[in-house]
């Protein structure tokens, strides 16, 4: 299969999958702003249309919604920025970034790893990072694993399924991009399992 194919394939999974997702009537869709979200943009354009037609440099451009959003607004964003992210993949690499944040579970290594690339980084960058280092992010965040459950809750096993397909696409194509925090972390860490990621809880 050329991969022409293989992305139309991936994306015909997404759409399939989430077909019956629709923008949360009650719940709200955001947990928290930022100066980084035009939340008032992007509410605008789900309540006008269905997530299959949002305007995937709106979903670039605020690509830190799916970390902001609640679970159901996550479940509503996350197929839309799944799809941009595919299509859109050199024009929307931070999103596809914070995609992968959202579906990784963290692990108690991560804090040390993130400090070997900021050490590495400042090897070839020096002074760019400046004073403020993101590892203690990791070591800080002793929720993190129930704010992915939360996260996740809502998906059903077929959309869970889904992401499994999105996140094996972008290994397979994209994985040497990302050195680390990338689709194989989320694999081998939840979504490779097709019981637990169907669903089922860890």
Same mark, same amino acid.
């Given at each position: ?23 949360? =009537? ?60 595919? =299509? ?21 290594? &991560? ?48 959309? =869970? ?6 996140? =094996?696409?972008? &290994? ?31």
């Amino acid at each position: 299969m050329s991969l022409e194919n293989r992305l139309e394939t991936t994306a015909a999974a997404i759409g399939a999958a989430f077909a019956g997702r629709s923008l949360p =009537k009650k719940d709200p869709v955001f947990a928290s702003g930022s100066p980084e979200l035009d939340s008032d943009h992007l509410l605008a354009l789900a309540r006008q249309h269905g997530w299959r037609d949002l305007p995937w440099t709106s979903l670039c451009a605020n690509s830190i919604a799916l970390a902001l959003a609640t679970p159901a607004g996550f479940a509503y964003f996350l197929p839309a920025c799944m799809t941009a992210s595919l =299509k859109h993949y050199a024009q929307c690499g931070s999103l596809t970034s914070m995609i992968l944040t959202c579906l990784t579970p963290d692990d108690e290594g &991560d804090s040390e790893t993130m400090a070997e690339l900021e050490r590495d980084f400042e090897s070839l960058e020096p002074g760019f990072l400046g004073e403020g280092s993101s590892s203690g992010i990791f070591a800080e965040s002793e929720g993190m694993r129930e704010e992915f459950e939360e996260r996740i809750a809502p998906l059903t096993g077929e959309e =869970k399924a889904a992401v499994r397909v999105y996140l =094996k696409y972008l &290994d397979e194509v994209h994985g040497d991009d990302f050195p680390a925090f990338g689709p194989r972390e989320a694999l081998e860490r939840f979504w490779a399992d097709a019981e637990r990621g169907d669903g089922q809880r860890p």
